[in-house]
């Protein structure tokens, strides 16, 4: 390479020394698709030495997604128009896939004869994870959030996706249990498969266990044929047992055997049957105390126990409330062709000053409610629910210093639970003396649990 | 000499570029009479798919040109034994695969000579191997 950029030698050539000087992969065919000229940047993307490219099939060396009949190289020697920008993927020699674009043009000689053809690509994977950091500040699959605790969560689900641990999801009713399960779906090797979930708490029993394993005719009466369970409807894919601390002892003790043998018979059969699912179980009780209660096998907790995902309520993510507000209205407005803008101020204060214990879905809801009052641009005051407006007291006050309580109070109060109600440690987290910490609890009123008082 | 279904994704004659994307499979049982059938596969199918079509003719063994990390692995771990990032004729890499030569010194990619020498194993080892990954799962 030297020799080629080192104007003093005698085969410098200008071309060359620019195409060597680039960040863009390029490389040249001729009409017998044979690599003829390969850069520096195109030995780098691709990891072929340029030595071992010139003179082989130009898709053994470059081995596109694009490679084979959406060939942009072929379309362009075919038409003679160049293909600018076109994106896939290359898979290198560690077989990863590095997203890229390319252009390509057409070669002619000095008559105007095509000879070949060049094509250019550049490397996107630095975009592309910019890119995917960019998003999963905000969003996965779906979900936004700009909490923190959020935030791990959206950490960890691709890596625990690409496990074939079971995961357990642990939240209060509407945190979006569904979605993280769904989430870890997609991200999953699983997620050409389907994803089956079935809620526990809704079946019976005797109808929850045919319901997971099938049954075959003849199995009880009114069985007059087979019938495939949601294990067999979950094969490749993963099964999401939704409320799975409601489930009765007997159903625990087969699940317990499918998990550790991953085989399972349907009803009425005795033939066992391989289970190709991953399991994702969601529960909003707390297992460890229906294990104390007797009602929660503990070998059964310790097979689903293996990645546990702990989704916040609302109420410890207040931030995130303004955006799902917008997110909410946004998908309203597209179901129900209205144009509503966003919701007022006040009404945003009200939400926040809300403890939701109905979580997102009753967010969701309010939203809804909301859509069918609002007839003007902006969700006001008066579209809320009363229980929404009960605990309006300090929130709406016109009164700048009661609204300045308010968001001290609820400062305090987060910090107090975030440290278990240590008022030192609260106070460091809130970067205020303690005595000072004590004064403000006293002139707020603030009640504190009595175990901490 | 190798036995067993093996599965050659290939675009016309040559093994296809990217296993990935590649749109027809020839699969050659070496018990059978009829010698290689050919498959059409969904160029846009992923990885779950193209098993299931792989696993409903019994092949054990997949010979391919580049293959992704993550759809190598997830074969692997299903029991299908991979000969990734080759290129070639597909008729002279089958009689080659068949008559037990090693495939990586003659029908390598370019910038892959050195990988994948587990491919190589002999088919005791690679049975081996094979288990040990299922059990894994």
């Known amino acids: ?453 | 000499m190798n036995t067993g279904t093996a599965g050659y994704a290939c675009c016309g004659i040559r093994i296809a570029p990217v296993f990935d994307v590649s749109d027809t499979l020839i699969v050659r049982d070496r018990s059978a009479a009829e010698s290689n059938k050919r498959l059409y596969i969904d160029p846009e199918s992923g990885i779950a798919q193209r098993y299931e079509l792989m696993k409903s003719h019994g092949i054990d063994t997949l010979i391919c040109g580049a293959v992704s990390r993550e759809y190598q692995d997830y074969l692997e771990l299903k029991g299908i034994w991979v000969i990734p990032f080759l290129a070639g004729d597909v008729f002279e890499i089958q009689r080659a695969y068949e008559q037990g030569q090693a495939l990586r010194t003659q029908f390598y990619m370019p910038g892959c000579r050195c990988l994948g020498k587990r491919n190589e194993l002999p088919m005791r080892r690679r049975k081996q191997y094979a288990g040990f990954r299922r059990n894994r799962t």
Not at chain 1, 111 to 126: M, N, P, V
Request: negative net charge; proline residues 4%; charged residues 25%.
């Open chain 1, 1 to 453: 390479m030297d020799t080629i950029l080192d104007m003093k030698k005698p085969n410098y050539s200008p071309t060359r020394a620019i195409l060597e000087s680039i960040s863009d992969g390029v490389f040249t065919i001729d009409l017998s698709w044979k690599i003829t000229s390969f850069n520096r940047a195109a030995e780098e993307i691709t990891g072929v030495s340029r030595d071992e490219a010139v003179g082989s099939s130009c898709s053994d060396v470059f081995r596109s997604s694009m490679c084979g009949p959406s060939c942009a190289l072929m379309e362009t020697l075919e038409t003679g128009r160049p293909v600018i920008g076109k994106s896939g993927y290359i898979i290198n020699s560690r077989g990863e896939r590095i997203p890229i674009s390319i252009s390509t043009a057409v070669l002619r000689n000095e008559y105007g004869e095509i000879i070949g053809g060049a094509e250019t690509f550049r490397d996107l994977s630095e975009i592309w994870s910019l890119k995917q950091a960019l998003d999963k500040r905000t969003d996965l699959s779906g979900m936004t959030s700009k909490s923190p605790k959020m935030q791990s969560i959206f950490e960890i689900i691709p890596a625990a996706a690409q496990s074939h641990s079971t995961v357990l999801i642990c939240g209060e009713t509407g945190t979006g249990k569904e979605m993280i399960a769904r989430s870890v779906h997609e991200h999953s090797r699983r997620s050409d498969g389907p994803f089956v979930a079935l809620n526990c708490s809704a079946l019976p029993d005797t109808l929850l266990e045919s319901e997971l394993f099938g049954y075959t005719a003849g199995a009880f009466t009114g069985a007059d044929k087979d019938k495939p369970g949601r294990f067999a409807a979950a094969k490749g894919g993963t099964l999401f047992l939704d409320e799975i601390g409601d489930i009765s002892p007997a159903v625990q003790v087969k699940l317990l055997r499918v998990l550790q043998e991953r085989l399972y018979e349907p009803l009425g059969s005795t033939q066992p049957v391989e289970a190709d699912v991953r399991i994702v179980a969601a529960t909003n009780k707390d297992l460890k105390n229906l294990i104390s209660e007797g009602t929660f096998r503990e070998d059964l907790f310790y097979r689903i126990h293996v990645m546990r995902v702990d989704l916040p309520p609302l109420r410890e993510r207040k931030e995130d409330i303004p955006l799902l507000a917008e997110q909410f209205i946004e998908r309203f407005n597209a179901l129900q062709h209205r144009h509503i803008q966003r919701c007022s101020p006040e009404t945003i204060s009200m939400l926040m000053a809300y403890h939701w214990p109905g979580n997102i879905r009753e967010l969701e809801n309010m939203i809804e409610r909301a859509f069918i009052l609002c007839t003007g641009d902006e969700i006001e005051i008066g579209h809320l629910p009363d229980e929404i407006l009960a605990s309006r007291q300090v929130a709406v006050s016109s009164n700048i210093h009661s609204a300045h309580d308010l968001l001290d109070a609820q400062s305090i109060m987060g910090a107090l639970e975030r440290n278990n109600y240590n008022r030192l440690a609260a106070a460091k987290e809130l970067g205020i003396h303690k005595a000072t910490l004590f004064r403000k609890i006293n002139k707020l009123g603030l009640k504190l649990p009595k175990s901490h008082n």
